[in-house]
C-alpha cells in the first residue's frame, strides 16, 4: 500500500524526525488559507503547492510549483487540483489531482550551504536483513546516478536483531560530508527514520530529497512510504491512510473476489494459480512474442466464480488479444477448474478473443475431455512448449 507524501510526513514527524512544514488543502481556498498559516509559523514568503498522487516525477509533470506570493499559491493550487498530472510513474492518461499539500519553502539562503542528499531503507533480500542507501546526490533520479556514478551510492546493512548501531549513523553522517549541527541531527534523523521504517510495517521508506538547509538543520522534503499489505490488520491507524481513489478500479474489484491482479500493457491474458507459476506464464508470453496483460493469481480456489470474476476483469482491458489459463491442479482438481471455465465462459456470454487452457496435476486428462467437448472457442494444449506455440499462432 502507497502513502501520499503527507502521511508520510506524518510518520516520520512522530517518529521524531524534521520535516518541511506543510498544510493539506482541497481546493485553492484552503490553499491560501494553509500559505497564510504557515508563514504565521516560519516567518516563510514562499511556498511550495505539491500535487498529492501516488507516483514519482510530479515536478516534471507540473504537479510541483514555487509560489512566491498568496496571489500564486491561490493560481498554482486552482491549476494543480483537478488536472491529470502525467509523470514518468503514471499511464499517458494520467493521475487526477484531488489535493495539494502546501509547504513552507525550505531553500531560502542563509548561513550555510545547502544540499541534498537520497535516503531510503527497505529490505535486502540477499542478507534478509534491512539496508539504508543513501547518497550525496539527493533530488535526481537515483537509478541514473547508480549507473553513471556508482560510487556516489552507499549502503549500511541494518541487522535486525540490534537495529542501527551508533557507529553506522555516524558513518552515514560521515560519508555524507557532514559537520557540526548537521551531523548531530543525521545522527537523530537516522533513528527515527529507521523506526519510522520498523514501527509502520513498511517494505519501503524513501527521502529524496533529505536536505541540510541553510541553518544547518536535517529535514525531509519529500517522502515515499509503501507499507507491507500483510501487516496492515495490526496496524490500523495506517490502513485508514489508504487512498482508494489512488488505486487501478479493476485491481481493487479484483481483491473483493480473492484475486491478486495487477494491471500491465501487453496484450495477452493470464489467468494461473500461484505466484511462481504466474512469473513463469509471463515470461512464456514474452518469449512467445506477446507481452502479459496483467499479473493475475486465482489462489488455490479456482472455482468458477473466480474464474468468471477473472475473466470478466481481463475482457475490460481492450488491448488483450487472448487469456491464456494455466492452473497447475494440486490442491484444486483439473477437471473442477475446467467445468469452471466452461460455466464461466458461458455465463458471461460471447467472448470475441480466444481462449487458450494448460491445466496439469489431479484429473487432468479428464480436464482436457472437459474442454475439447465443449464446444467453445478454447484452446487446450498439455505442455507448456504447446501453450508457447499457441499464443505464437494466435498473435501472429
Known amino acids: ?23 493539506l488543502a482541497y481546493n485553492n481556498k484552503e490553499a491560501l488559507e494553509a500559505a497564510k498559516k504557515i508563514k504565521q509559523e516560519t516567518g516563510t514568503s514562499f511556498f511550495v503547492v505539491k500535487a498529492q498522487v501516488h507516483a514519482g516525477g510530479r515536478g516534471k509533470g507540473g504537479g510541483i510549483k514555487l509560489a512566491k506570493s498568496f496571489e500564486e499559491v491561490d493560481s498554482f493550487s486552482s491549476s494543480i487540483i483537478g488536472m491529470n498530472l502525467v509523470t514518468p510513474q503514471t499511464s499517458k492518461e494520467g493521475k487526477k489531482v484531488n489535493k495539494v499539500l502546501v509547504c513552507q519553502d525550505v531553500y531560502e539562503p542563509g548561513e550555510f550551504e545547502i544540499r541534498e542528499f ?5 529490505l535486502d533480500r540477499k542478507t534478509s536483513k534491512n539496508v539504508i542507501v543513501y547518497s550525496t546526490e539527493g533530488g535526481m533520479d537515483i537509478e541514473e546516478v547508480a549507473e553513471k556514478t556508482p560510487e556516489l551510492i552507499f549502503k549500511e546493512i541494518i541487522n535486525p536483531d540490534t537495529g542501527v548501531l551508533s557507529f ?18 543525521m545522527l537523530k534523523f537516522v533513528n527515527s527514520a529507521y523506526n519510522a521504517y520498523l514501527g509502520s510495517d513498511s517494505s519501503l521508506v524513501e527521502i529524496n530529497p533529505l536536505i541540510q538547509n541553510s541553518s544547518n538543520n536535517i529535514l525531509a522534503v519529500d517522502c515515499k512510504f509503501v507499507i507491507d499489505d500483510n501487516s496492515i490488520y495490526r496496524n490500523t491507524e495506517i490502513g485508514l491512510m ?10 481493487l474489484e479484483a481483491a473483493e473476489f480473492g484475486l491478486n491482479y495487477v494491471k500491465l500493457d501487453g496484450n495477452v491474458g493470464c489467468v494461473v494459480n500461484g505466484a511462481g507459476l504466474a512469473m513463469a506464464t509471463m515470461d512464456l508470453i514474452k518469449q512467445a512474442g506477446g507481452n502479459p496483460a496483467n499479473f493475475l493469481d486465482v489462489g488455490g480456489t479456482a472455482d468458477a466464480n473466480r474464474v468468471e470474476q477473472a475473466f470478466r476483469i481481463i475482457l475490460k482491458d ?30 458471461i456470454g460471447e467472448i470475441n478473443i480466444p481462449i ?28 507448456f512448449k504447446d501453450a508457447a506455440l499457441k499464443v505464437q499462432e494466435l498473435l501472429s
Open 242 to 251: 489508504r487512498d482508494k481513489s489512488e488505486e487501478n478500479p479493476d485491481e
Open 318 to 347: 481492450n488491448n488483450v488479444k487472448c487469456i491464456l489459463v494455466n492452473i497447475f491442479g494440486g490442491i484444486v482438481r483439473c477437471d473442477r477448474v475446467a467445468q469452471g471455465i466452461v460455466d464461466a465462459y458461458n455465463k
Open 118 to 122: 537520497y535516503f531510503s531503507i527497505l
Open 1 to 23: 500500500m502507497n502513502l501520499h507524501e503527507f502521511q508520510g510526513k506524518q510518520i516520520l514527524e512522530s517518529y521524531g524526525a524534521t520535516i518541511q512544514k506543510g498544510i
Open 356 to 383: 487458450i487452457v494448460r491445466l496439469q496435476g489431479t484429473n487432468a486428462e479428464i480436464a482436457k475431455d472437459i474442454i475439447d467437448s465443449s464446444g467453445l472457442q478454447v484452446h487446450s494444449v498439455t505442455l
Open 168 to 185: 553506522q549513523a555516524r558513518k552515514i553522517a560521515f560519508n555524507l560530508g557532514l559537520k557540526g549541527v548537521a551531523f548531530k541531527e
